[in-house]
């Protein structure tokens, strides 16, 4: 599982990583390809947050140790969570700091993030 995080660079990332979905690229395939079997569905992406989540989320945001003169920023730990969902992701960011902070408090084996 691929995540973008720099809206900047995901039409670049794009024509290097053509196997992979590059989220926002115009030309990037879907994340789940169609099979022969039918169609999957991917649990973490078809499913909304629940309750658990959202206190998963407010844990990292209030736990954190982000980087000086950083703020907790929901979004950065909802990307992260979302990461820790799908298990085995990669986060491509160019706020590596930030989200490796909201990583060290979810805990995942492993999500990896990529600085670009």
């Known amino acids: 599982m691929l995540i973008a995080l720099a809206d900047r660079k995901a039409n670049a990332l794009s024509g290097v990583l053509r196997d992979c979905a590059v989220p926002q690229a115009r030309t990037s395939e879907p994340p789940m ?14 499913t909304g947050p629940d309750l658990a989540d959202w206190r998963r989320i407010g844990t990292a945001l209030g736990q954190a140790v982000l980087p000086v ?24 960011t160019s706020d590596p700091d930030d989200l490796r902070a909201y990583l060290e408090v979810l805990a995942p084996p492993d999500v990896h993030v990529v600085a670009v």
């Open 33 to 46: 390809r169609e099979t022969k079997a039918g169609r999957p569905e991917c649990l973490a992406c078809a």
């Open 69 to 92: 003169k950083k703020r907790p920023d929901a979004v950065h730990a909802w990307v992260a969570l979302a990461a820790v969902r799908h298990g085995s992701a990669v986060i491509f």
